[in-house]
């Protein structure tokens, strides 16, 4: 059965990878803020998982500072976000999976949630902070019934 950990920036740029992990079967979906370029993970052993990571920002809209009324105005996780995870899930679904956000809580809680409901075995180690992202967990979970209902359609 495979694994699936929630992580945060800090522990993907430090990764200690444990001890079940083999970088020829796991996948890494990395997700930042948007506008914050500097929180972009990178690791030597995760970079290494170049057709198997997605890294992107959490939105497809551009990040909005109005300066005027000094207030963010962002979007959250979109379908189009959870189309990309979902299907990263269904090309390899032996693999185990690292999911990292910026406190390694919310967005990566949300694909933990979504693959021990697949049945992945979820590594504890991070398990006390996570606070699955409800509208992440979602739209994963839509897509994941479109994906199969257009897969039986074949």
Known sequence: MPKVINISLHEAIHFTPPEWFDPDRAIWISMSDPGKQKWIASNPILDKLPNRKIQFFDTDFPFIYDFSEKEKKEVG???????????????????????????????????????????????????ERMKPNTLLLQLLNESWLDFSKNESNV
């Open 77 to 127: 996780p979109t379908r189009t976000i959870a189309n990309k995870i979902v299907s990263l899930i269904k090309k390899y679904p032996k693999h185990d999976i690292i999911a990292q956000c910026l406190m390694g809580k919310s967005r990566s809680g949300a694909v933990v949630a979504f693959c021990a409901g697949l049945g992945y075995e979820v590594d504890t180690a991070h398990i």
